[in-house]
């Protein structure tokens, strides 16, 4: 296997962007996304006519579960035709092994949701641009949300322990590698689906994925079996090492004081999944049966 070879497969896929509907639709509801998202946050920040550091938006609106959910299920879209069979896949599989070609199509998942979620940091920075400093050191906005409660009122995941343990690039690096995680496994899941049972499949598998982890949420169960505190706690626990949405969120992490994973923990436990589903896959694309008819549309 030649890593040159793995890039320049990866680099085709890319090239199929170029005036692509699906990739344009994809990164134009992105950005409707972050501005219906993160709009919350600037309308506060206006109303008490208070600052913002730049990465603020990003950090309120992301560290939330639902709104890391709604971003991830826009990369179906862009994957929807995984495992990205083209008009020149048959002239790479005659000269490169379906190993190598798979391991290509991985690293362009991984550039590819990378970029996504660059662009979903950008459009939020861009959002709250006009009232925001680039400082490294919280804003009276956050201080407002986290200390006196009000984030919780209007539904904004601003906590205190996020104000006192790290800075705000910092918690934002944090916040976006478990998006990156959290959307890769997925991603991973679809193409291990899409392999061994079809494009139906993947989709299916993605969505069944995703509604998984919205189920399998710390309010959901206590608002269905109506818990106790002190069960509610328990719950939470359980629920943030069960479900990979809630490993993807940052606030449902250990800092110190409770029986929740710590960071590098889930950072294992992705790595660990991701790891078996490209086993799966690089087991599967040896049975898969290609079809080139139409691809060269």
């Not at 589903?277 to 691809?295: D, I, M, W």
Request: hydrophobic share 50%; with cysteine.
């Amino acid at each position: 296997m030649k890593i040159k070879q793995v890039f320049t497969v990866a680099a085709t896929n890319f090239r199929q962007w170029h005036k692509n509907p699906r990739v344009i639709i994809t990164f134009c509801l992105a950005f409707i996304l972050c501005f219906l998202l993160s709009n919350k946050t600037v309308e506060f920040s206006l109303r008490y006519d208070s600052t913002m550091q730049i990465a603020e938006a990003f950090i309120w609106t992301f560290g939330d579960a639902n709104s890391i959910l709604l971003s991830s299920l826009l990369l179906v879209m862009l994957f929807a035709d995984m495992p990205f069979i083209s008009s020149g896949t048959p002239f790479y599989l005659m000269r490169i092994n379906r190993k190598t070609w798979l391991l290509g199509q991985a690293i362009y998942v991984v550039g590819a949701t990378a970029i996504y979620l660059l662009f979903i940091l950008a459009s939020t920075s861009l959002v709250c641009m006009r009232q925001s400093f680039s400082g490294n050191i919280w804003s009276q906005t956050a201080a407002i949300l986290g200390y006196s409660g009000v984030g919780k009122k209007v539904a904004l995941p601003a906590l205190v322990k996020t104000l006192e343990m790290s800075t705000p690039y910092e918690c934002m690096s944090t916040i976006f590698l478990l998006m990156l995680l959290y959307t890769l496994l997925m991603v991973s899941i679809m193409l291990v689906c899409n392999l061994k049972k079809g494009p139906i499949a993947g989709v299916i598998g993605a969505f069944a994925f995703s509604i998984y982890g919205f189920l399998l949420n710390p309010e959901n169960i206590k608002a269905i079996f109506r818990l106790p505190d002190e069960m509610n706690y328990k719950a939470r626990v359980a629920i943030g090492w069960l479900s990979p949405l809630n490993h993807a969120t940052y606030h449902m992490h250990n800092f110190g004081y409770d029986l929740l994973p710590r960071l590098w923990q889930t950072y294992l436990i992705f790595g660990i999944l991701i790891t078996i589903c490209l086993g799966s896959a690089l087991s599967a694309v040896r049975k898969y049966q290609f079809t080139f008819v139409g691809t060269e549309g």
